[in-house]
C-alpha cells in the first residue's frame, strides 16, 4: 500500500487542523492506521492508532482529548483531527500502515511496514 499525507500549515495556538492520509491499495481496510509525528530535534513518536475496521483507537497521552482518528475505508483515508493545537504539537505528520486485522493497536514504528512522506504542521504562539 502507498500512503499519501496531506493538509498540514501553519496554524495559531488553540486552532484546529485535519490532516488526512491517502491509501491506494485494494486492501485499505484490511490494514491498522497510525499516526506519527517527529518534532526538529526529537525521535519520531506515536500519536494515534485506529483498527482496521474503525471500532478501536489509541492516543498518546500528549494528545488525548484533543486529537481525533478516523478513517473512511470506502475512500482508502485516514484522518487526524487536530485541536486545541499547541506549539509542542509543531512537527512533520506521518501516517502509517500495518498489515493487520487485530483489536490490537501497536504503537512502535518498527511495527508499521508502510509509510506517508509526512506533512509538516507549524502552531506558533
Known amino acids: 500500500v502507498q500512503l499519501q499525507a496531506s493538509g498540514g500549515g501553519l496554524v495559531q495556538a488553540g486552532g484546529s487542523l485535519r490532516v488526512s492520509c491517502t491509501a491506494s491499495g485494494r486492501t485499505f481496510s484490511s490494514y491498522t492506521m497510525g499516526w506519527f509525528r517527529q518534532a526538529p530535534g526529537k525521535e519520531r513518536e506515536f500519536v494515534s492508532g485506529?483498527?482496521?475496521?474503525?471500532?478501536?483507537?489509541l492516543y498518546a497521552d500528549s494528545v488525548k482529548g484533543r486529537f481525533a482518528i478516523s478513517r473512511d475505508n470506502a475512500k482508502n483515508m485516514v484522518y487526524l483531527q487536530m485541536n486545541s493545537l499547541k506549539p509542542e504539537d509543531t512537527a512533520v505528520y506521518y501516517c502509517?500502515?500495518?498489515?493487520?486485522?487485530?483489536?490490537?493497536?501497536?504503537?512502535?514504528?518498527?511495527?508499521?511496514?508502510?509509510w506517508g512522506q509526512g506533512t509538516k504542521v507549524t502552531v506558533s504562539s
Open positions: 485506529i483498527t482496521w475496521i474503525g471500532l478501536d483507537t
Open positions: 502509517a500502515a500495518r498489515g493487520e486485522r487485530s483489536p490490537l493497536i501497536r504503537r512502535r514504528i518498527s511495527e508499521y511496514e508502510y
